[in-house]
């Protein structure tokens, strides 16, 4: 193993909608793409951020007492950070005994993250339950990335890699020669639409699922119902056509959209865009005959 | 579920349990007449005889199998022999809000009149509390360890195959070779031995009486029914309470009524702790069950339809009712009977079948309080049926639970049982670990170990009452040091125990001389071999258990004191004066020590270092300690409901506890402090060695959204049979979200079908107290994402 190191934002246990069986997921930190419904913006950006939950404190002054920047100070009895003093040393993080602190991720090494992946080895066991690596996008680091999938490649655990997509042609073909799964994103054929919804255009995007399918790998697709983005007939209608023309067709997971991350976007001091609507126009059954009726096998969740 | 299931289940579902005094009446007629004419255990034959012959039969419209310990379902006897209520315990008993029985003012004036004059100063229970030390009182009444046997007879009792292939005539047949046998030359206990066999004999004689008197009435009642269907099946029953338990059963009927006759004798004779129960019923009925079926005289529906009977028949039978502290201990209507499912036979083999399947499908439509199943996964369970079972536990009724088979066994053979004893065994109560039919494994009492460590901070004095009840093991503000505090506190659980065990001991002496149980004597192996009583060390095996409550909140709370106080700089002084405020002013202590602390139940090394400790420690204070019968004490790690009583014994606490408020149950963790998801939280149970214990409890809540699909049920077998492979024994899922709970709350009415699993069992949510509806809500909900 190495001491590689990289940057996560989160690790979870027993997580059983990431994969088959019981797995472990890694969220690398980091994502070019900036999708208007993303449920963990704190993956977004590359750097660590200090932020608060200010509804917690209960106004013992220990923060501000040891904040040696000054950064921190009390206004109409909620806690305030001044990003641009604060050094992030975490000292508050330490210190509140509220947990009102907290950092958006941290820097750990290989070593240190087998150390918790191999925690729950013999649950993997059971069947062909493993670790997902997730993000952000874990393409965004991918040494970090290859590193990890390897070392969990030598204790024979099944590798789940959990991706937008984005990334060099390159980088995918060397992921994909330590990864036993794909969970793709697809989020929409139009590259305008692409763009104007999620920051970039889709043409890497399907070169790399092309790509991998031409290439064997195992995968499966994974597509956002987003209203008002891509929950409509005629969009599904275009992407089934996509993947059945793919040398492997892969199968598809529906996932439903839910507006839950909105606090998280507010701690992060980062404008939540909301949906372009509402309304579902197209609910997840109905998505999973269009793709059945190009013969993809198709189902919701995931 | 058929219509006439139905109906028997509405009629057992809405019965309300009440007090019947019947029993009392007959036996303390009986003890009037005849105490002094005979030996002990003679007497208590002859009065379970007495009560068999006048007590009121009841056979009810619609039913295959028959007979009830009270009058009419959920009606229950007491058992003034042992502990007598008084005229105030009845009228608590009536009109307290929870868990009421009801019993006529006539009944009380009868019992104030008739019963209560006879047994002041003879129950079993007055003779024990005048006999106990100052120390003992002081101890107990602090809350640092409870007693079982002070209102019911030591119990659990599990039953093997033994009865499903031989009768009453058999057993009577080995008595009397046995008696053959006695060398009074050479054997000082041989007239022992013989009032002992002769006790049996009578009582075997008694139970075949009982079953007679069925015989009689279905007669009776099948001459009077104009209905040729019901006067069939009633002149079936007539036939069948003639041939068994006199003779083995025949079939599978037969061999349910056999075994609910047996399983009545057992519970009239005496009110022994977790009722009695059949043990692994789906190994002994599945002989029958293949014969029938083979020869075309029984379908699958028939099968489930009696197997349904019996079930309902273990619901009539509510706990019998108990007052003070024992009320608070376990305040349900559940008297444990728990049925086991799957497993191993006893050539090792894997021994779910289609009655196994069957018993899963009813409990899961019957949906009624008892009795309750589990289900016992060895490596080599087929997949299929803990799939079933999770179906079951989909639907939140907190049952099945679910056993390591492999681990139940191990937990046996560590400590002497041969492999075949081992393999059927099983558990029973709530987890606890025995060999069916061939031991008497006894709980003595709940051990309150957060309480211990809170004593040991207060140099021997209960902060709570200002008594010495403990040892001076120095100041806390002396300790200069982790391990001083530690080496203090495990002199404390050595006093404590010690303290324990000695009154326990005495109290063992007293059942075996004044209480015997002949007729349970009869069916648990070796005792009629021995001569001696089930309470006499008569049995093969003869376990103690003491069982450990509030690991999670001990480990807690040492780990709070070793993190802030020994390697921070928080002085032990205001640890303690936070403490004794109850955090009044201190919040930001309190959270410090709540959230800045390593928690057991986190798969952390540093806590979990600490709990491993606390279980040794535990361990080598219990385990191989003498009992009066030749055998030993070990440890089991449950607490029923008896964290939520202590916790109101205890303080606040170094782990950032309020006072009052429940310990953490079984060996799960302290509510809230497990933040990593349920494998983590096996992984740091797994870090003690369970083998050594006579049984762990884990409770998990589930969101119901998480066992949504099949799949979902897949990845819980995985977590199960991942938790077994790292030596778990057992575990146990509650499936309800918080929303439905409070609902429950707000509206009972319309919540009264809502099972909620409590300790080793299921409850009624809106039959528990306030507390412990808090407490479960409390339990964290494993949602994920």
């Known amino acids: 193993m190495s001491n590689t190191t990289g940057t996560l934002f989160a690790l979870k246990r027993y997580a059983i909608h990431d994969g088959p069986s019981i797995r472990t997921t890694v969220f690398l930190k980091g994502c070019a793409l900036a999708c208007w419904w993303c449920h963990n913006p704190e993956g977004i950006g590359k750097d660590i951020q200090l932020v608060s939950s200010p509804q917690r404190c209960i106004a013992c002054g220990e923060c501000i007492e040891n904040c040696t920047q000054h950064a921190l100070h009390q206004s109409n009895g909620d806690i305030q950070r001044d990003q641009d003093l604060c050094t992030i040393c975490s000292e508050c993080v330490e210190t509140c005994p509220a947990l009102v602190h907290e950092a958006t991720g941290w820097e750990t090494d290989v070593n240190n993250v087998m150390t918790e992946l191999l925690k729950d080895k013999t649950f993997f066991d059971e069947d062909q339950g493993g670790v997902t690596f997730s993000g952000g996008e874990p393409l965004s680091q991918p040494d970090f990335l290859l590193e990890l999938l390897t070392a969990c490649g030598t204790h024979g655990i099944h590798r789940t890699v959990d991706s937008s997509g984005y990334a060099a042609r390159e980088t995918v073909q060397r992921i994909n020669s330590e990864t036993d799964l794909w969970l793709l994103d697809l989020k929409h054929m139009d590259s305008g639409q692409h763009k104007k919804h999620t920051g970039v255009g889709n043409e890497l995007i399907l070169g790399n699922i092309q790509l991998l399918s031409d290439q064997d790998a195992f995968m499966r697709i994974r597509i956002p119902l987003i209203p008002g983005f891509n929950a409509f007939p005629n969009v599904l209608d275009t992407m089934a056509r996509f993947i059945s023309t793919l040398k492997n067709v892969p199968a598809v997971d529906i996932l439903p959209y839910h507006d839950t991350a909105k606090s998280k976007y507010e701690k992060l001091g980062l404008v939540h865009t909301p949906v372009p609507s509402k309304r579902a126009v197209l609910n997840p059954t109905k998505a999973i005959e269009i793709f059945n009726n190009y013969g993809i096998p198709a189902e919701s969740g995931g | ?785």
């Open chain 2, 1 to 785: 579920m058929n219509e006439r299931i139905k109906r028997l289940r509405a009629q057992s579902f809405n019965a309300r349990p009440a007090i019947s005094i019947e029993r009392a009446l007959l036996e303390t007629e009986f003890y009037e007449q005849h105490t002094g004419k005979h030996s002990l255990p003679v007497l208590r034959a002859l009065s379970f005889k007495h009560i068999c012959e006048h007590k009121t039969i009841y056979i009810g419209e619609d039913e295959l199998i028959v007979g009830e310990r009270g009058p009419y379902p959920k009606a229950v006897p007491t058992f003034p022999e042992l502990t007598c209520h008084s005229v105030e315990d009845l009228k608590v008993l009536k009109s307290r809000k929870m868990t009421p029985y009801d019993i006529s003012d006539e009944d009380i004036q009868l019992y104030q009149e008739k019963v209560i004059p006879y047994w002041t100063g003879r129950s079993m229970r007055e003779r024990i509390f005048s006999h106990v030390p100052a120390n003992w009182k002081a101890a107990y009444e602090a809350g640092l360890f409870t007693e079982f046997m002070e209102q019911r007879a030591p119990g659990h009792t599990a039953l093997d195959g033994s009865i499903y292939g031989m009768g009453l005539i058999d057993f009577k047949a080995r008595i009397s070779d046995r008696i053959q046998r006695l060398d009074y030359a050479n054997d000082p206990l041989a007239a022992d031995r013989f009032e002992q066999l002769q006790a049996m004999d009578i009582s075997c004689d008694a139970t075949i009486l009982f079953a007679r008197r069925h015989a009689k009435l279905a007669e009776k009642m099948a001459l009077e029914s104009s209905e040729q269907k019901r006067k069939t099946e009633l002149q079936e029953i007539a036939r069948i309470c003639c041939h068994i338990p006199e003779h083995a059963p025949r079939t599978f009927h037969e061999a349910i009524q056999m075994y609910w006759f047996v399983h009545l004798g057992i519970i009239t004779e005496l009110n022994g702790w977790d009722a009695m129960t059949p043990g692994h019923i789906d190994h002994h009925l599945a002989p029958f069950y293949a014969r029938e079926l083979e020869a075309g005289s029984l379908t699958r529906e028939q099968a489930k339809e009696l197997m349904s009977c019996l079930w309902i028949k273990v619901n009539n039978q509510t706990a019998p009712p108990k007052v003070g502290v024992t009320a608070k201990e376990s305040g349900t209507y559940n008297d444990f009977t728990q049925i086991n499912l799957g497993g191993l036979y006893a050539d090792g083999s894997d021994a779910s079948s289609e009655v196994s399947h069957i018993a899963l499908e009813i409990s899961d439509e019957l949906n009624l309080l008892q009795p309750q199943t589990s289900v016992h996964i060895s490596s080599q369970t087929s997949r299929d049926f803990l799939k079933a079972a999770t179906r079951v536990i989909r639907n939140g009724k907190g049952y099945p639970s679910v056993f390591n088979s492999d681990m139940v066994i191990a937990e046996q053979l560590r400590v002497g049982k041969s492999i075949t004893d081992a393999r059927e065994g099983g558990t029973s109560g709530c987890i606890e670990t025995g060999a069916f039919g061939k031991e008497a494994y006894i709980l003595t009492g709940y051990l309150n170990v957060p309480k211990i460590l809170e004593v040991t901070l207060h140099n021997g004095v209960d902060p709570l009452t200002g008594k010495q009840v403990g040892l001076q093991t120095g100041k806390a503000t002396d300790f200069t040091d982790y391990t001083m505090l530690y080496l203090a506190f495990e002199k404390q659980l050595e006093h404590v125990i010690n303290l324990k065990i000695a009154v326990n001991n005495y109290i063992e002496r007293m059942f075996a001389k004044y209480s015997p149980a002949p007729f349970l004597s009869v069916v648990i192996q070796d005792c009629i071999e021995n001569g001696k009583d089930y309470y006499d060390g008569g049995p093969r095996y003869n376990t103690n258990y003491i069982q450990c409550c509030g690991l999670g909140t001990v480990t807690d709370s040492l780990s709070a004191i070793k993190t802030h106080v020994f390697e921070g700089k928080l002085p032990m002084a205001q640890l303690l004066q936070a403490l004794s405020n109850n955090f009044e002013n201190s919040e930001a202590l309190r959270l410090k020590l709540a959230n800045k602390t390593p928690f057991y139940g986190n798969d952390d090394d540093r806590a979990d270092d600490i709990m491993k400790s606390v279980y040794e420690s535990l361990f080598t204070s219990i385990d191989g300690k003498a009992n009066t019968k030749g055998s030993v004490y070990h440890l089991n790690m449950l607490s029923t409901t008896c964290h939520v009583y202590f916790g109101k014994m205890l303080g606040a606490t170094p782990n950032g506890r309020r006072a009052f408020l429940p310990e953490s149950d079984g060996t799960s963790p302290s509510h809230g402090a497990d933040l990593k998801g349920p494998t983590a939280v096996m992984k740091s149970l797994s870090k003690m060695d369970q083998s050594l214990s006579g049984g762990t409890l884990l409770n998990q809540r589930f969101l119901p959204s998480v066992l949504k699909t099949d799949q979902d049920l897949d990845k819980l077998c995985g977590l199960i049979r991942g938790y077994f492979k790292l030596g778990g024994h057992h575990v146990q899922f509650n499936v309800v979200d918080t929303a439905t709970l409070r609902k429950a709350q707000q509206d009972p009415a319309s919540y009264r079908n809502l099972l909620v699993r409590v300790a080793g069992y299921s409850d009624y949510f809106v039959d528990l107290d306030r507390d412990h509806q808090e407490e479960i809500i409390a339990r964290t909900e494993q949602a994920t994402t």
